[in-house]
């Protein structure tokens, strides 16, 4: 099984292998990412948390979203969806918070935080799969509810209560399947807090401050985890807008 051929790690080996001199480049110059979006966007401090974990500097470009700019042609340029937040990374420019976490964690393997672990296909398969389940089973339910919960009040929108009970009947089977995981290993892939956790982080910070926190607190295990992950330096400054974001906070 060791000389059996993995096509998506070699490829990521021939890409590291071919541009050495490049990684390393990127590795030690002084970076100056451009993030558009917003400080309170669930998805622009999803990609916060991965800059402050590493350590990078970038410069935040605030886009109003109450006002609507993130619909104008002056964004739609850079995303075609007009939807925050969006990447500039000299002449690349990446949408898709997840798509851009994992771009920096990649790049960057080597600084700061190790948020992945390209050295095994096994433990990598595992990332990737837990990554999935956040997206597909995990991030629908909790948006639902950080939506009819926290933004719609801010909106001065009447809040849903048919939609928040069945999103948290939904979550609650979710967080029973982390509640077993959460027993065979300290965080939800392995024992190292990697980008499955902290892609949890944006939605589980704004429902802790509603009643859906008890799905999290009734559980042990998800409970102590949630406690872990939310109590990371980088997340904290992540939440605090004067810091990540206004005080162009960045290294």
Known sequence: MSNTSHPFMDCLKMVFNLFPNWKRATEVKKLGYKLHGNPFSTNTRRVLAVLLEKGLSYEPITVDLKTGEHKKDS?????????????????????????????????????????????????MAILTMWMEIEAHQFDPLASKLTWELVIKPLYGLETDHMVVKENEAGLEKVLDVYEKQLGESRFLACNTFTLVDLHHLPNIQFLLETPTKRLFENRPKVRNWVHEITSREAWKMACDPEKSWFGNQGK
């Open 75 to 123: 964004f739609l340029g850079l995303n075609p969806f007009g939807q925050v937040p969006v990447l500039e990374d000299g002449n690349l420019t990446l949408c898709e918070s997840r798509a851009i976490t994992q771009y920096i964690a990649y790049v960057h393997s080597s600084r700061g935080t190790q948020l992945l672990n390209l050295q095994s296909h096994k433990t």
